[in-house]
């Protein structure tokens, strides 16, 4: 038996080789990207300011998921950045919504210091995760070696840890990932001295549990200190009673420090989710439970081809659903040579069998819970507050670390005791084949119709399926031979490449090359000062932040209740305030219903209505404009080919299954549009789409459009119009619809060549009447292409800035931030200070979100706030000159800092002082 294999005390020692492995693998996983070879800033995907896009070597997920990583990590982790790098504690962030706190929010990793500084930096994200790879496999590492595993054994759980699949899945969670097995590893440590007489030992537990809470992630965090919690109880049994009272102590200390240590995190986020609204997480999650199509993606996750890759057309809806709903849904996967591999160390006798029993039951109920049995739902309830996670997503993280932990005692076994019994290989192989077949099995039907759907997939897919599969059954070869020569070294570098090939993998779904476009960015750092601004797509939601440009688009969660409030009864009745942005699709599932609950609670009833999609949020932004202007929104960014401020309606037919209507000098084309069709009110242009045969067409374009006896009129020339596009016909005056008033319209071009009038087929709900005379007799009914455009009255926007990525409109009569009544002379410098100059006394208003954090000094003398149209802040100024100053801070935020800095204090103090109180006799090692 080699070095890698020994146990001994002098084998033990020399970690180099493993620690070096364990550091290079993440930058081996990541090769593509850090040589510049492939582009992932999940900026480019979730900004919207991509000006241009290179070729992706896979049509899937760019080497992450979840969206969040861009939506709030890298934004407002910059954010918390730059506010520790000039000196300010993150507490507020006054550029989203209009004002919510920043730390308190908790995904923001505010505190999570000093890795959140690299997020100062737009590929911070990327070092963040490096970081927190490089430390899982570490401290991974560490606790198994503190097992009395081998280093060889320990290395393999060190890197299947390290490359584990939340990294892709949900990378925003990074932050708590390193910090469970240095808990467990406290835990560990803690039990030995406890057996030893020592009093040392516990002392990682406070530093392991604050990060775990500071790494940003509480769901995370909160499973994973329930294993943590499974494993002392396990720990404490064994033990021995005559040390069981001292290990009780040493853990119920380091957890005390530990949480008191986070208590400036934890205090405002659990103020700030008292007074919040919390979306789904209120009520839903509690039953919520994923479905069997998604049962074989945790030991072969690309059995679907590329993870995040388009739907395939054709397939059924609800099926497509089920599927993207299981992506959404899951935080990792284990593959099949680490199942195996932990199957295995259930299978034989052991030394740690006992806890890799424990592990497996671990498994096991999470396993329960997530895939529907009942009875494992009500007993992961029963844990506090569980029911309000969403913990069917983020058990996943303790799962795998549990999992490959016991693949680790898996591998230490083989080394150490030998090969695998015959008996209980077989056992092995055919356990293993059987829940490979099942979990495939259960899924047959929906592969079947996944692939018929999009056959080009399946090579892919199999390819790399069978390539683990391939893996897992040399591994359990392996096992059945004896450990000597270089057997283990390829049994750990089989066990290896599964995971590392599928990270190299999952990252080819990142474009060649892409750049971004920030011109509009850098106009509105320079015009909109203490204005807000609302995206409808473009720099948004969130990266406004990151820039310094106050935006009321949000992606959070929690977010204020009160907020929530608002937007449901003066902004958009339909938005779901957890995102509430201006480019969320509208649809029923899993984005309507939210929002329709959210309205609900909030005493507002959305009646269905035929459409049953409610309107979008620029109709949303038409209707409520006045309202928008109230909270300070000067700016509206769209895409730079929408304009917000009018309303489009297109008639029921096929903009791709069409065919061209040749109009000569002198040709008509005339039909009806029947009542009530449309549902717009006011016609002032209508926009047709023509074919110039390649600039050919030339003349004159006209259009007579009326309802009953209004008519109106429009043309437009032909020469340098856009060949197979849209061509604008504004109405000589707005034409006037009654809802159950038919439209007439009739096109004719007098002189010039020919110009093609598209027709579309109709579709299947469409009225027969739609349909016009040109059509041919063996041509399905058509009717023309032809866009409605309304316009609002009252409506003061005009454009100011437009590229190749967005379009800016200032609002007039936008809400000035601070305002006062009677008027006074105000001179802001900066969201928190001003200056007034006031000839009685006034009532200040400030249009940022009261919070019970928020004090206000008048002339360095405290003064009350008050909360006006129940969202904003208030206070009294005196006549004459008075400087203001508003400052946030948490209630009870000092006493928390306090007790922090005494358990910083405490902690090194009794490390060093406990040994010599509560030295004791030495007690064997125990297993």
Same mark, same amino acid.
């Given at each position: 038996?080699?070095?890698?294999?020994?146990?001994?005390?002098?084998?033990?020692?020399?970690?180099?080789?493993?620690?070096?492995?364990?550091?290079?693998?993440?930058? %081996?996983?990541?090769?593509?990207?850090?040589?510049?070879?492939?582009?992932?800033?999940?900026?480019?995907?979730?900004?919207?300011?991509?000006?241009?896009?290179?070729?992706?070597?896979?049509?899937?997920?760019?080497?992450?998921?979840?969206?969040?990583?861009?939506?709030?990590?890298?934004?407002?982790?910059?954010?918390?950045?730059?506010?520790?790098?000039?000196?300010?504690?993150?507490?507020?962030?006054?550029?989203?919504?209009?004002?919510?706190?920043?730390?308190?929010?908790?995904?923001?990793?505010?505190?999570?210091?000093?890795?959140?500084?690299?997020?100062?930096?737009?590929?911070?994200?990327?070092?963040?995760?490096?970081?927190?790879?490089?430390?899982?496999?570490?401290?991974?590492?560490?606790?198994?070696?503190?097992?009395?595993?081998?280093?060889?054994?320990?290395?393999?759980?060190?890197?299947?840890?390290?490359?584990?699949?939340?990294?892709?899945?949900?990378?925003?969670?990074?932050?708590?990932?390193?910090?469970?097995?240095?808990?467990?590893?406290?835990?560990? $440590?803690?039990?030995?001295?406890?057996?030893?007489?020592?009093?040392?030992?516990?002392?990682?537990?406070?530093?392991?549990?604050?990060?775990?809470?500071?790494?940003?992630?509480?769901?995370?965090?909160?499973?994973?200190?329930?294993?943590?919690?499974?494993?002392?109880?396990?720990?404490?049994?064994?033990?021995?009673?005559?040390?069981?009272?001292? *290990?009780?102590?040493?853990?119920?200390?380091?957890?005390?420090?530990?949480?008191?240590?986070?208590?400036?995190?934890?205090?405002?986020?659990?103020?700030?989710?008292?007074?919040?609204?919390?979306?789904?997480?209120?009520?839903?999650?509690?039953?919520?439970?994923?479905?069997?199509?998604?049962?074989?993606?945790?030991?072969?996750?690309?059995?679907?081809?590329?993870?995040?890759?388009?739907?395939?057309?054709?397939?059924?809806?609800?099926?497509?659903?089920?599927?993207?709903?299981?992506?959404?849904?899951?935080?990792?996967?284990?593959?099949?040579?680490?199942?195996?591999?932990?199957?295995?160390?259930?299978?034989?006798?052991?030394?740690? $069998?006992?806890?890799?029993?424990?592990?497996?039951?671990?498994?096991?109920?999470?396993? !329960?819970?997530?895939?529907?049995?009942?009875?494992?739902?009500?007993?992961? @309830?029963?844990?506090?507050?569980?029911?309000?996670?969403?913990?069917?997503?983020?058990?996943?993280?303790?799962?795998?670390?549990?999992? *490959?932990?016991?693949?680790?005692?898996?591998? @230490?076994?083989?080394?150490?005791?030998?090969?695998?019994?015959?008996?209980?290989?077989?056992?092995?192989?055919?356990?293993?084949?059987?829940?490979?077949?099942?979990?495939?099995?259960?899924?047959?039907?929906?592969?079947?119709?996944?692939?018929?759907?999009?056959?080009?997939?399946?090579?892919?897919?199999?390819?790399?399926?069978? !390539?683990?599969?391939?893996?897992?059954?040399?591994?359990?070869?392996?096992?059945? $031979?004896?450990?000597?020569?270089?057997?283990?070294?390829?049994?750990?570098?089989?066990?290896?490449?599964?995971?590392?090939?599928?990270?190299?993998?999952?990252?080819?779904?990142?474009?060649?090359?892409?750049?971004?476009?920030?011109?509009?960015?850098?106009?509105?750092?320079?015009?909109?000062?203490?204005?807000?601004?609302?995206?409808?797509?473009?720099?948004?939601?969130?990266?406004?932040?990151?820039?310094?440009?106050?935006?009321?688009?949000?992606?959070?969660?929690?977010?204020?209740?009160?907020?929530?409030?608002?937007?449901?009864?003066?902004? @958009?009745?339909?938005?779901?305030?957890?995102?509430?942005?201006?480019?969320?699709?509208?649809?029923?599932?899993?984005?309507?219903?939210?929002?329709?609950?959210?309205?609900?609670?909030?005493?507002?009833?959305?009646?269905?209505?035929?459409?049953?999609?409610?309107?979008?949020?620029?109709?949303?932004?038409?209707?409520?404009?006045?309202?928008? $202007?109230?909270?300070?929104?000067?700016?509206?960014?769209?895409?730079?080919?929408?304009?917000? *401020?009018?309303?489009?309606?297109?008639?029921?037919?096929?903009?791709?299954?069409?065919?061209?209507?040749?109009?000569?000098?002198?040709?008509?084309?005339?039909?009806?549009?029947?009542?009530?069709?449309?549902?717009?009110?006011?016609?002032?242009?209508?926009?047709?789409?023509?074919?110039?045969?390649?600039?050919?067409?030339?003349?004159?374009?006209?259009?007579?459009?009326?309802?009953?006896?209004?008519? %109106?009129?429009?043309?437009?020339?032909?020469?340098?119009?856009?060949?197979?596009?849209?061509?604008?016909?504004?109405?000589?005056?707005?034409?006037?619809?009654?809802?159950?008033?038919?439209?007439?319209?009739?096109?004719?071009?007098?002189?010039?060549?020919?110009?093609?009038?598209?027709?579309?087929?109709?579709?299947?709900?469409?009225?027969?009447?739609?349909?016009?005379?040109?059509? %041919?007799?063996?041509?399905?009914?058509?009717?023309?292409?032809?866009?409605?455009?309304?316009?609002?009255?009252?409506?003061?926007?005009?454009?100011?800035?437009?590229?190749?990525?967005?379009?800016?409109?200032?609002?007039?009569?936008?809400?000035?931030?601070?305002?006062?009544?009677?008027?006074?002379?105000?001179?802001?410098?900066?969201?928190?200070?001003?200056?007034?100059?006031?000839?009685?006394?006034?009532?200040?208003?400030?249009?940022? !979100?009261?919070?019970?954090?928020?004090?206000?000094?008048?002339?360095?003398?405290?003064?009350?706030?008050?909360?006006?149209?129940?969202?904003?802040?208030?206070?009294?100024?005196? !006549?004459?000159?008075?400087?203001?100053?508003?400052?946030?801070?948490?209630?009870?935020?000092?006493?928390?800092?306090?007790?922090?800095?005494?358990?910083?204090?405490?902690?090194?103090?009794?490390?060093?002082?406990?040994?010599?109180?509560?030295?004791?006799?030495?007690?064997?090692?125990?297993?």
């Amino acid at each position: 038996m080699n070095r890698w294999a020994t146990g001994t005390k002098s084998g033990m020692r020399w970690h180099g080789p493993a620690l070096l492995a364990l550091i290079a693998l993440p930058f %081996a996983a990541n090769l593509l990207v850090l040589t510049g070879v492939l582009h992932n800033d999940p900026a480019l995907f979730t900004m919207f300011l991509t000006r241009t896009m290179g070729p992706r070597p896979l049509l899937a997920a760019p080497g992450w998921f979840d969206p969040t990583i861009g939506l709030i990590t890298q934004p407002l982790g910059m954010l918390s950045a730059k506010d520790w790098l000039h000196g300010i504690v993150p507490w507020w962030n006054p550029y989203t919504g209009v004002g919510m706190p920043l730390a308190a929010e908790m995904q923001t990793l505010s505190f999570f210091l000093p890795f959140v500084l690299v997020l100062k930096f737009w590929p911070g994200w990327l070092v963040l995760k490096l970081m927190m790879q490089i430390l899982c496999g570490l401290f991974m590492y560490a606790l198994l070696i503190e097992l009395r595993l081998t280093r060889l054994a320990a290395l393999v759980g060190g890197a299947l840890y390290a490359l584990n699949a939340t990294f892709f899945l949900v990378p925003h969670v990074m932050g708590p990932l390193p910090f469970a097995p240095l808990l467990l590893l406290g835990i560990e $440590r803690a039990a030995r001295a406890a057996r030893d007489g020592r009093g040392q030992g516990w002392g990682l537990i406070p530093l392991a549990l604050a990060y775990l809470i500071y790494g940003g992630y509480p769901e995370v965090a909160y499973i994973e200190a329930t294993l943590a919690a499974v494993w002392t109880l396990w720990r404490f049994a064994n033990v021995g009673s005559g040390a069981r009272a001292r *290990f009780a102590g040493k853990i119920a200390l380091g957890g005390a420090l530990g949480i008191a240590l986070a208590l400036p995190l934890l205090v405002p986020f659990l103020a700030y989710v008292r007074t919040s609204y919390l979306g789904i997480h209120a009520t839903k999650y509690a039953w919520l439970w994923l479905l069997p199509p998604g049962v074989p993606v945790q030991l072969f996750p690309f059995i679907y081809g590329p993870i995040g890759g388009p739907t395939p057309p054709g397939l059924n809806p609800a099926l497509a659903n089920t599927i993207a709903a299981y992506w959404v849904q899951s935080a990792g996967w284990f593959g099949p040579v680490a199942a195996c591999l932990a199957l295995a160390a259930v299978a034989r006798p052991a030394r740690l $069998r006992g806890l890799a029993l424990l592990l497996f039951g671990f498994i096991l109920v999470w396993q !329960a819970r997530i895939w529907g049995f009942k009875p494992a739902i009500w007993l992961i @309830d029963l844990i506090p507050m569980m029911a309000r996670t969403d913990a069917m997503r983020f058990c996943a993280p303790a799962m795998e670390l549990a999992c *490959f932990i016991m693949a680790a005692i898996a591998f @230490d076994a083989w080394q150490v005791d030998g090969a695998l019994p015959r008996p209980r290989a077989i056992g092995l192989s055919l356990a293993a084949t059987a829940i490979g077949a099942i979990s495939i099995g259960v899924a047959l039907p929906a592969l079947y119709a996944w692939f018929t759907a999009v056959p080009g997939r399946l090579d892919l897919a199999l390819g790399v399926t069978l !390539a683990e599969a391939a893996l897992a059954v040399g591994a359990l070869l392996i096992l059945r $031979r004896q450990p000597g020569g270089r057997r283990g070294v390829v049994l750990a570098a089989l066990v290896i490449a599964d995971p590392l090939g599928l990270a190299v993998l999952t990252t080819l779904g990142a474009p060649r090359s892409a750049a971004l476009d920030f011109g509009g960015v850098t106009y509105l750092q320079r015009h909109a000062r203490l204005a807000r601004m609302y995206s409808l797509q473009p720099f948004g939601p969130n990266f406004p932040a990151a820039f310094g440009v106050a935006s009321i688009d949000d992606n959070a969660s929690p977010v204020s209740a009160a907020w929530n409030r608002y937007i449901h009864r003066h902004l @958009d009745r339909y938005a779901d305030v957890v995102m509430f942005t201006g480019s969320q699709a509208r649809a029923l599932g899993c984005v309507l219903l939210p929002r329709a609950a959210a309205a609900l609670d909030n005493g507002i009833f959305i009646r269905p209505t035929r459409a049953i999609i409610p309107p979008d949020q620029s109709a949303e932004l038409r209707r409520h404009i006045a309202a928008y $202007r109230a909270i300070g929104v000067k700016y509206v960014v769209s895409p730079p080919g929408h304009d917000p *401020f009018v309303a489009h309606a297109t008639l029921p037919v096929s903009i791709t299954a069409r065919s061209a209507f040749a109009l000569s000098a002198g040709g008509k084309l005339s039909g009806v549009v029947p009542a009530g069709l449309l549902g717009i009110a006011r016609i002032s242009e209508v926009d047709t789409l023509i074919g110039t045969y390649a600039g050919a067409a030339r003349g004159t374009l006209r259009l007579k459009l009326c309802a009953g006896a209004d008519c %109106a009129t429009a043309s437009a020339p032909l020469a340098g119009a856009k060949d197979n596009g849209f061509l604008a016909l504004p109405l000589d005056h707005p034409l006037t619809v009654a809802p159950a008033q038919p439209l007439r319209y009739r096109f004719t071009h007098r002189t010039g060549s020919a110009v093609a009038l598209w027709l579309g087929d109709l579709q299947p709900d469409a009225p027969a009447t739609l349909a016009v005379a040109a059509s %041919a007799p063996a041509q399905p009914p058509q009717a023309p292409i032809l866009r409605f455009v309304e316009t609002t009255p009252g409506i003061a926007a005009r454009p100011v800035f437009q590229d190749q990525v967005m379009r800016i409109y200032r609002l007039e009569g936008a809400r000035r931030f601070f305002s006062a009544t009677p008027s006074c002379r105000i001179t802001p410098s900066g969201f928190d200070r001003l200056t007034t100059d006031c000839p009685a006394a006034a009532t200040l208003v400030r249009l940022e !979100a009261a919070d019970a954090g928020w004090h206000a000094t008048v002339d360095g003398h405290d003064v009350p706030i008050a909360t006006v149209s129940a969202l904003f802040q208030s206070i009294a100024v005196p !006549a004459g000159r008075s400087d203001i100053r508003f400052f946030y801070r948490p209630p009870f935020i000092r006493s928390s800092c306090a007790a922090a800095l005494a358990a910083l204090a405490i902690w090194p103090f009794l490390i060093a002082g406990l040994p010599a109180l509560t030295a004791g006799r030495r007690r064997p090692p125990f297993p």
